[in-house]
């Protein structure tokens, strides 16, 4: 027997404090595990399938993101859908809107442009409620300095070294649309420090941990180990720079996944 099967887009946030990522994985919790637990349970045991727009790492939140969902018996209605499916998911997860979608429709493949937030502040010790959104740096960094560093990322590069883990097949080459670091006024709350830090990354497509490994170098550039003219060669890809300093996960929040039409 040949079932009909649907198309859907999903658009999701979630807080990865608590999770080991978005892939499913054995014996710990996992976002994938707990979407799944949860459309299994709405569904009442319908076959379904679900694929994301990209995988996060532990502990990296996502403001809002998409996931696409094949189901292989009955059509959704949608507004009842939504309602259930939020109502089951957990607290640290959210559906923001669900719509259908074409068989030709291809989540992984589709054009996205991807926004990352890194968030730290320094010095003093953070109050323990700020955890799950940004990293405590207690040293004093050259800031400045950082944001000069920032904005050599911009533009097209070989991003051999803030590849984790390439081997020869991975294609190294990628563009950076913008990236900058400022004074956080993006996420506040009163148990903010009174002044933080964001950096601000733009591009089509990311390696694995690049961020991270990005803010890692801009971190070592702020405590002066590194100067620009040694980021400029770790950039450059053809020096072939293995990079050891990855920052933190808690911190990294990916900010929106844009789909271009």
Request: charged share 25%; net charge negative; proline share 3%.
């Amino acid at each position: 027997m040949q079932y009909r099967r649907f198309y859907y887009l999903i658009k999701l946030q979630y807080l990865g404090f608590r999770y080991h990522g978005w892939q499913k994985q054995p014996d710990v919790i996992t976002v994938e595990h707990m979407l799944n637990k949860t459309l299994n349970y709405v569904l009442e045991g319908k076959r379904f399938k679900v694929i994301a727009a990209g995988r996060t790492d532990a502990m990296v939140s996502v403001n809002q993101t998409y996931a696409e969902l094949f189901i292989y018996e009955d059509e959704l209605e949608l507004d009842e859908f939504f309602e259930l499916f939020n109502k089951n998911l957990p607290q640290d997860i959210r559906c923001l809107g669900i719509e259908e979608t074409t068989a030709d429709f291809n989540i992984i493949q589709h054009p996205k442009l991807k926004e990352y937030l890194y968030f730290f502040c320094i010095k003093e010790k953070m109050h323990p409620f700020c955890a799950p959104f940004m990293v405590n740096l207690q040293e004093d960094l050259d800031i400045e300095l950082m944001k000069e560093g920032a904005k050599l990322f911009e533009g097209e590069h070989d991003f051999y070294s803030f590849a984790f883990r390439s081997n020869p097949e991975t294609k190294t080459i990628g563009t950076i649309n913008t990236c900058e670091l400022t004074e956080n006024d993006m996420y506040t709350a009163n148990f903010f420090p009174e002044v933080s830090y964001v950096l601000k990354v733009t591009g089509e497509g990311f390696k694995r941990q690049q961020i991270r490994l990005m803010m890692g170098a801009l971190i070592d550039l702020g405590r002066h180990k590194i100067n620009l003219k040694d980021l400029e060669q770790i950039i450059d890809g053809r020096n072939k720079i293995k990079l050891e300093h990855i920052a933190q996960a808690s911190g990294l929040i990916l900010n929106s996944v844009n789909l271009k039409s």
